[in-house]
């Protein structure tokens, strides 16, 4: 929910209590109000009646009063003169002063005034009094009821108008590239924005420092150490030609494997400086992923062949908007993992296949898989399952895994690991927005 909108539904419900709290204890005083008012009025009607100059006579007079709202007797030496016909035929009996008591089949107030001989009753019912209450209660409180409504729109209208830099600073923020450090340059009066924007700025300084520093210095030292690497295989090279001697050529050997091993990280760096969104969804185009698969698989067709490994492809072809380099290097890495941890004899498939979330490439192995622990770890760069101890023996940098993520972030894909039915590890790749061919 928008701060807009739960303060708008704060401030309402606060107004919506305070209503209903007033209309309570406006109600609660009309009644006491209404009640004293009422009492006095019972008074003077007493007061009234108890002058009258009536005579006794043999028949009391008997006044009809349908709506029953005011009810009286009078009475002289326990003689009834006069008095309402509902109540002509009870002999009521109550003390001096006020008393609420059930008269004629209701509840209702009554007031008893004795002077000399003569005695009046007058009895008002209850109910006439709560209407009087309910009405003056309501009268009051309809308008302020009625004002909800319009009070709930200008109170939406203040609150977004006071939100407004937050919603300006937050679009402005939702509509900024991954790569855009430019600071925030627009001035705002109010005291709670000022230190955000500040803060923001100096984060957008110091974040594109340490992104320039990362993304460069990699890459920098990776182009640096290639002419050395070249310049030590040539020479490793000329000597092993040069020696007889078997002892001595082993050393060259492993020190031709060690250099090779750093050739390979001194790629992976190169290849994972590159790997950014913004540079390759500039050249985007339609890219055939079976195409790119069996290319792929004939490339690296000769390892898969020395240790005797079985591979299929399976599934139809699917076109996606992308980069021929980086759907390379993505698959490349995939198959070049199978490969390595599947065993000699071994089977990978690679499967495309259609989903309700898109299309997906799949690839199986035979190898010995990956734990959940291993799963969590494996994205991280220069961790390789096992390490250097790994029981295939394979050499690796640690950075392959790595970059498939940042292939991953580029077309805004999915990648999903889990255990194989041949026993080894599943890795699936999930494109939106692509279309069959």
């Known amino acids: ?8 539904l704060i401030l309402l419900s606060m107004m919506v209590l305070t209503c209903f709290l007033a209309l309570v204890k406006g109600y609660q005083k009309s009644m006491h109000h209404g009640e004293s008012l009422l009492d ?13 100059p009536l005579a006794l006579s043999t028949d009391a007079v008997q006044v009809s009063n349908n709506s029953a709202q005011l009810l009286y007797q009078i ?11 509902s109540l002509t035929n009870n002999q009521i009996s109550f003390s001096e002063g006020f008393q609420t008591a059930n008269v004629a089949g209701q509840r209702m107030r009554v007031f008893v005034m004795s002077k000399n001989t003569r005695k009046v009753i007058v009895a008002e019912p209850m109910a006439k009094r709560f209407e009087l209450a309910e009405a003056v209660i309501l009268s009051a409180m309809l308008p302020m009821l009625w004002a909800v409504p319009l009070l709930a729109i200008f109170i939406s209208f203040f609150v977004k108008y006071a939100l407004a830099p937050l919603t300006r600073l937050s679009k402005q923020l939702a509509s900024r590239q991954a790569n855009d450090f430019t600071p925030i340059n627009w001035q705002v009066t109010d005291e709670e924005i000022k230190p955000v924007i500040n803060r923001l700025n100096d984060l957008f300084k110091r974040v594109e420092t340490a992104y320039l520093r990362e993304r460069f210095f990699a890459s920098d030292a990776a182009h640096e150490l290639r002419t050395p690497l070249s310049s030590l295989k040539i020479n490793v090279h000329n000597l092993a030609n040069k020696q007889s001697n078997l002892q001595d050529h ?10 090779n091993r750093l050739s390979n990280i001194v790629e992976q760096m190169l290849i994972l400086g590159r790997t950014q969104p913004e540079q390759w969804q500039r050249q985007f185009s339609e890219q055939s992923l079976l195409t790119i698969t069996q290319q792929v698989v004939s490339e690296q067709y000769d390892k898969i062949d020395e240790k005797n490994q079985t591979i299929s492809l399976e599934g139809d072809d699917f076109v996606i908007n992308g980069d021929e380099f980086t759907l390379t290097t993505l698959i490349a890495n995939l198959l070049s993992n199978a490969i390595k941890y599947t065993p000699k004899n ?5 499967k495309l296949v259609s989903s309700n979330n898109g299309f997906s490439w799949q690839i199986d192995d035979s190898g010995a898989g990956m734990t959940e622990e291993q799963k969590e770890r494996i994205f991280n760069r220069f961790y390789r399952v096992g390490g250097d101890q790994h029981p295939s023996g394979e050499q690796g940098a640690g950075l392959g895994m790595a970059i ?8 805004g894909a999915t990648i999903h690991l889990a255990n194989s039915p041949l026993g080894g590890l599943t890795v699936k790749v999930t494109f939106t927005g692509v279309k069959s061919d």
């Open 1 to 8: 929910m928008s701060i807009r909108k739960r303060l708008t």
């Open 404 to 411: 498939v993520q940042h292939i991953i972030a580029i077309y």
């Open 40 to 52: 006095d009025e019972l008074k003077i009607v007493a007061g009234v009646l108890i002058e009258q």
């Open 75 to 85: 009475w002289q030496n326990n003689n009834l003169l006069s008095g309402s016909s």
């Open 250 to 259: 082993q050393e060259l050997q492993a020190m031709s494997q060690g250099i």
């Open 346 to 350: 071994g089977q990978i498939i690679i």
